[in-house]
C-alpha cells in the first residue's frame, strides 16, 4: 500500500514538474528556463526536481523520450509493426502537449527533425517503392526532402491548434510522399537512361 502511495506522488510531482515547463517553454527559450521557475510554478522545492532531473536539458530530453517511447508502444500495437502517417498523426495529437517541445514558439524542430529522422525509415521504405534503381545519394537527398515536408506539415497543424483531423492531414502526407516521390523517381530514371 506504501508503494502505491509515492508512486502516486511521484506520478504527480512529476505531472507537476512537466506542466510547469512545457508552461515556461511557450513564454521563453529553454536557455533561460531556470530550476527556480520550474520549481516555484509547479509548487515544489528545488530538492523535489534534483530527485527527479539534473537540470531543464534532462527534463526537456526526458519529455522527448517520452514521445519517441509513445511511437515505439504504438508501433507495438499495429499488426505490422510499422506505423502508418495516421497511426504517428494519432500519437502525436494525444501528445499534443509534448509537441510544444518541439513545434511552439520556443520548439526546437531541429531535434523534432531528427527524431522523424530516426523513427521513419520503415515509412520511407514504403513510400519509396520503386526506387531500387536510383543511386542511393538521391534516395537520401530524397528522404532528408520529405522529413522536412513532414515536420513542416506537422508544425502547420500544430500551430493551428491540431483541429483538422489526423486522418485528413494524414491523407494530405501520404499523396505528397507519395506522388512528390514517384515524380522523383521518374525524373531521376529519365536522367540515367
Known sequence: MKDKKIDRRVRYTKKAIRESFLELLENKPLE?????????????????????????????HSLE??????????AKSVPSGR??????????????????????????????????????ESYFNGVMQGGDNIPEAHRKCLHVMLVSA????????????????????????????????QRFFERVNMSFT
Not at 65 to 74: K, T
Not at 162 to 174: R, S
Open 32 to 60: 533561460k528556463i531556470s530550476v527556480t521557475e520550474i520549481c516555484k510554478n509547479a509548487d515544489i522545492n528545488r530538492g523535489t526536481f534534483y530527485s527527479h532531473y539534473s537540470d531543464p536539458f534532462e527534463l526537456k
Open 65 to 74: 523520450q517520452e514521445l519517441v517511447d509513445a511511437f515505439i508502444e504504438g
Open 83 to 120: 506505423l502508418t502517417s495516421l497511426n504517428a498523426l494519432t500519437i502525436l495529437k494525444e501528445n499534443k502537449d509534448l509537441c510544444r517541445l518541439f513545434c511552439g514558439p520556443n520548439g526546437d524542430m531541429e531535434a523534432f527533425i531528427k527524431i522523424i529522422m530516426d523513427h521513419s
Open 150 to 181: 513532414v515536420s513542416a506539415l506537422i508544425k502547420f497543424w500544430y500551430e493551428n491548434d491540431m483541429k483538422d483531423d489526423p486522418a485528413l492531414v494524414a491523407d494530405c502526407l501520404d499523396n505528397f510522399c507519395i506522388g512528390g516521390s
